[in-house]
């Protein structure tokens, strides 16, 4: 079984719109939980962690994400998006010696 | 420079030959990670090394697939006998030691197999 669900292959939205890039994770795994974007042909840049305290964390790029327990979810979130914002977007948790990923939401800005 | 090197970025080889693949992590981060990226398979754990511990080999996917790091600093993954189902991304990440510290990602190394 996934540990990490990211429950939209792709979201296709609107420049200057609001986003919310959906993310559950399972019991199995520790909360410790990363968000990363990945542009064409780059490796995974880290976009923001939750590893304790506030459950809202903010991250680069105006990116920030809610930790959820009671849900076991990590949604990511952006106010208001911009054309380079168009990317590949991970969300991911820690294993015991790895990082478990999600497959992926793949995020497409319209002008 | 500052992030995580690997080399080459493009590999194209023919089915059965044995490649290399070069990663450089951050200078001072001591542990650190292989990583497959294959079309609807998403990103799979390989292997992890921690200082002088023995390595996390229990992603690693046959025996065709090897890792070393030496000196504590520079890794290579080598895969013998390559497949056509072995063309993906590999990506190596590095990070300081403990368990919540996060990884820094090349840009990978795009291999493809004929």
Do not use: M
Not at chain 1, 10 to 27: G, K, M, T
Not at chain 1, 82 to 111: K, M, Q, W
Not at chain 2, 26 to 40: D, K, M, V
């Amino acid at each position: 079984a996934q540990s990490v669900t990211q429950l939209d292959s792709q979201v296709p939205v609107f420049e200057e719109a609001p986003v919310e890039l959906r993310c559950n994770y399972s019991s199995s795994v520790s909360v410790y939980l990363f968000w990363y974007v990945q542009y064409p042909n780059q490796g995974l840049q880290l976009l923001l962690k939750y590893l304790s305290g506030s459950t809202l964390v903010k991250g680069i790029n105006g990116f920030e994400a809610e930790f959820n327990k009671s849900q076991t979810s990590f949604h990511l979130r952006k106010p208001s998006v911009h054309i380079s914002d168009t990317a590949e977007y991970f969300c991911a948790a820690r294993g015991a010696n790895n990082l478990f990923f999600g497959t992926g939401t793949r995020l497409t800005v319209i002008p | 420079g500052a992030g995580v090197s690997q080399s080459p970025s493009n590999k194209v080889t023919e089915k059965g030959k044995d490649v290399e693949l070069r990663c450089d992590p951050i200078s001072g981060h001591t542990a650190l990670y292989w990583y497959r990226q294959s079309l609807g398979q998403g990103l799979e754990f390989l292997i992890y090394f921690q200082g002088n511990s023995a390595p996390d080999k229990s992603g690693l996917p046959s025996d065709r697939f090897s890792a070393e790091r030496t000196g504590g600093s520079v890794s290579t993954l080598t895969i013998q006998r390559t497949q056509q189902e072995d063309s993906a991304v590999y990506l190596c990440a590095s990070s300081f030691g403990g368990f919540n510290q996060p990884q820094h990602f090349g840009d990978g190394t795009r291999l493809s197999i004929l």
